[in-house]
């Protein structure tokens, strides 16, 4: 059983979640609406898979909280844990001198805090039960350098990978891996949508950019929580087709892909 968080049908979590159950797992998906999951719950039980879905606002503490217990008591069983849900705010993207201190803390509870919340309780069940398990949490390229205008979530996306080298060494005696993947620009239909909206300033800059596909980041989050990648924990594995080798989405002074406000 793999509690997969986020899990669109256009999204990195979606892919994930077909990628997980083709290989032989049974998912169990969470997202904030019954018609996020629904698609995504349709794709995989067409190709022979098993889905179970439960609707939950991971920025709420009080929705949070009770989901690995709901797991355990349904299945009995956590093998592992992808926390994909998170991303952006339309609302973070401005000069950081200029940052609400709201805004910067509603980025770090969608991209942060829930994934504290969801792996303590899974590593507390996996400790208990002897059962050890893999916890892959998706970063991004914006925490390996700096985030131009959008401060709170490289901050919160650096966050993920601090947090999660932690868990990777706390829990390494009880048979828990922990490991961050971080996306670049990733083809998802909605930064794919964006990118061509030339309201959005995207249609320029999306020719220069190199596009991940959703199924590479999922292969990579599939690969990470099978026994294939069983020497592997405390990583941050970068899935960005190359492209922070020359960038890391812009930085001011040298010519930027980030919006400049
Ligand atoms: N797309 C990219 O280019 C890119 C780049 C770097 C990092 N990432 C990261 O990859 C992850 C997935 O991004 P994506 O592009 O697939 O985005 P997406 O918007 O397609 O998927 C995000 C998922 O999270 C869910 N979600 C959002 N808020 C939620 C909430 N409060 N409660 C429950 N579920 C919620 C959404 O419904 C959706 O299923 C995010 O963590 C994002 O930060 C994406």
């Known amino acids: 059983m793999i509690l997969v968080c986020g899990v669109a049908r256009g999204g990195i979590g979606g892919a994930t979640a077909r990628l997980i159950a083709a290989a032989g797992a049974t998912v169990f998906a969470v997202d904030k609406a019954q018609e996020l999951l629904d698609p ?107 985030a131009p205008y959008h401060a709170p979530y490289g901050a919160a996306k650096s966050g993920i990978s601090a947090l999660t080298r932690t868990m990777a060494n706390e829990w390494m005696h009880h048979g828990i891996r922990a490991n961050t993947v971080s996306p670049g620009a990733v083809a998802t239909e909605r930064v794919m949508s964006r990118a061509t909206n030339p309201a959005d300033g995207g249609a320029a800059a999306a020719p220069a950019v190199k596009f991940t596909s959703v199924d590479a980041l999922g292969h990579t989050i599939v690969f990470l929580l099978s026994d294939l990648a069983s020497g592997i924990s405390g990583q941050n594995i970068v899935v960005d087709s190359g492209i922070s080798s020359a960038y890391c989405l812009g930085s001011v002074g040298l010519g930027t892909l980030a919006k400049n406000p």
């Open 40 to 146: 995504t719950i349709a794709d995989i039980e067409a190709a022979g898979g098993r889905c179970f879905g439960l609707v939950a606002d991971l920025t709420e503490s009080a929705q949070t909280d009770p989901i690995i217990a709901t797991v355990v008591q349904r299945f009995g069983r956590l093998d592992g844990v992808a926390n994909v849900a998170g991303g952006t705010r339309a609302e973070e993207w401005m000069k950081l001198e200029e940052t609400p201190t709201s805004s910067f803390r509603a980025t770090l509870n969608l991209n942060l805090e829930y994934v504290f919340r969801i792996c303590r309780d899974a590593a507390a069940f996996m400790i208990k039960n002897k059962t050890g398990g893999s916890l892959v949490n998706v970063g991004s390229i914006s925490a390996l350098t700096s």
